[in-house]
């Protein structure tokens, strides 16, 4: 679907969100050979200009038309806006790189973390999705333990930032916590409950069984991923007053035993994962300074004797990036070496 | 020990603090006994007044000839403090009620939340302990569960206030609050880290096995409380940037299989516990809600089919309340009427 080519054009659906900026600077940070930039959003940021490989591009208006040409779409808008546009993007030609969770339980659309399930990327067929923030540190987390002692059941608790549900929740937990500070009155519009100096246990719609959506997105897109329906994962998922960075507290079973130091062995060794653990110097990951990091940062990690095989870790990674832009990125950019790999394959036959 | 009074005479030390002051509002609130109150604090706080059944009483400072004629010595003023002068006040003849980590393991010292092991004040021998904040919400809303089910296992993790680590906490967390808005410098000093928004996975001194002192408390007073030193309890204590009220995120698993509204009904029937918990209309504890409140609230009550018999909720209480003063109190008010009733039973014989 995707042509070889020196330069690609992409588009950016979007474009003026916390995850479409990050993706910009990551674009140019890796210096993806971006040959025409393409950003898209709704109409109230149109005509905002976005700086790229030496121009400035103009923001249009999001349409059905937009994608003429378009090689890479990244979409980041919302689900709903995804439903509507994708189809039209790969209908264009493009492929498109899905952050919303309109196409992540379809079982035509890979759904991806790199250093997890690459090879997933090949089967696509116009759609590839990104998994929720959260689930993109875990999964990093969880496979290398998985392939060296099989995980049997996770249960995970989740730390979320704000900028996991967007730009104005953002602003929602700064504006919440000044009028705090002023005693003045809280503007709820984001969050259903004040998110500053709080914490609620309710991230997504409630679904059937009393979980959320995004508790049921934890256990589904991690056994997606890892490509594992033997994996049991009970989550509880939870906003709280953090801008950036999500952290969870991960409790896992395995098949066959396996000490601290042995994950911290397993961990060391993993693609995307930094072991950052040393409770005798006060050392594991944090929220605050994993902002800006690639990887996912683990520590705290121990046995965990209230089972026979038992592991508890804490697991931090910046959800914009990492959790986001970044992946989208490199799915684009393992998509590309996919192709090219392909082709000389051909070309070699 | 206790003479039956129909007043007592009531030290507190720790006076000052936040769960000082807060233990005299509820002596007041609930009408307990006080015949005179024995404020105590630091140098630091010595001349100041606390009102108290109509009158002023000065704060003076703790010595260990504090305890003369003092019938109850609440304690909460940390656990060097307890070590060094409940002995004192247990030697002048009174009870201490210690809200310190100083006695509660020791075994000759009943660990006492009333719902849960009222019965065991009986055999103190001079030294109540009030468990941590973190466990009189949890063995709240577990040992009811506990009694119908028999819980096997507990996987939780908390989110604790700062109130938790005193009055120099709350306004650490505040001052970083106000800093970060205005892009000053932090100031640390109570949290080894910034605890304006992030999240601390670091809760008391690390032991040997990776774990916190915290998590240690957790399993162990747990087990205390509830009698039964069968049930494996894995425990990970996180600080969070909320004032006051702990979170606690808890998967459980019981030798007999219960449902959800199984659960519901017993919680709904425990003492000091309220459920609270209706997704459809967004409803389930909060910290900001419980402050002040005398429950322990319970929501996102769930059935976890990760395992056979898997029970995932959310627990919420006011760390300061009924996790130390309140609960500090009803070990007084249980300790007369035990006193009362016994003193009853022998000249009734």
């Given at each position: 679907m995707l042509k070889k080519k020196n330069t690609y054009v992409v588009a950016v659906v979007g474009a003026t969100g916390t995850v479409g900026k990050e993706l910009v600077e990551i674009l140019k940070e890796r210096g993806f050979p971006v040959g025409e930039l393409v950003p898209l959003a709704s109409e109230r940021s149109e005509g905002e200009k976005i700086a790229c490989m030496g121009r400035n591009w103009t923001v249009k208006r999001l349409t059905k038309e937009s994608f003429r040409n378009v090689d890479i779409a990244f979409f980041s808008a919302g689900a709903s806006r995804s439903f509507e546009f994708v189809p039209a993007a790969v209908e264009a030609g493009a492929v498109a790189i899905d952050n919303s969770s309109a196409f992540r339980m379809d079982p035509k659309v890979p759904l991806v973390v790199p250093e997890v399930n690459a090879h997933a990327i090949a089967r696509h067929t116009g759609i590839i999705a990104n998994p929720s923030g959260a689930i993109v540190g875990l999964v990093l987390g969880m496979n290398p333990i998985h392939a060296a002692a099989r995980i049997t059941r996770i249960v995970v608790t989740t730390f979320q930032s704000v900028s996991g549900a967007g730009r104005n929740a953002i602003h929602e937990l700064a504006q919440q916590t000044v009028s705090l500070l002023n005693f003045r009155d809280l503007e709820k519009n984001v969050?259903?409950?004040?998110i500053a100096f709080n914490c609620i246990p309710h991230i997504g719609v409630f679904v059937d069984n009393g979980s959320t959506r995004e508790e049921t997105n934890i256990a589904n897109e991690t056994r997606k991923i890892m490509e594992d329906d033997s994996i049991s994962v009970a989550a509880t998922a939870v906003s709280v007053p953090v801008f950036r960075g999500h952290s969870e507290s991960v409790n896992i079973e395995t098949g066959k035993k396996v000490s601290a130091n042995e994950v911290r062995a397993i961990l060391s060794a993993?693609?995307?994962?930094?072991?950052?653990?040393d409770p005798s110097k006060n050392i594991y990951p944090l929220a605050i300074d994993v902002v800006g990091k690639d990887a996912t940062y683990v520590g705290r990690i121990r046995e965990d004797g209230s089972v026979a095989n038992g592991i508890s870790l804490w697991l931090v990674s910046d959800n914009i990036r990492k959790g986001a832009a970044l992946n989208m990125v490199q799915i684009a950019e393992n998509l590309i070496q996919e192709k090219r790999a392909a082709e000389t394959r051909i070309s070699g036959g």
């Open positions: 969050h259903l409950h004040q993993a693609p995307g994962v930094v072991v950052y653990d």
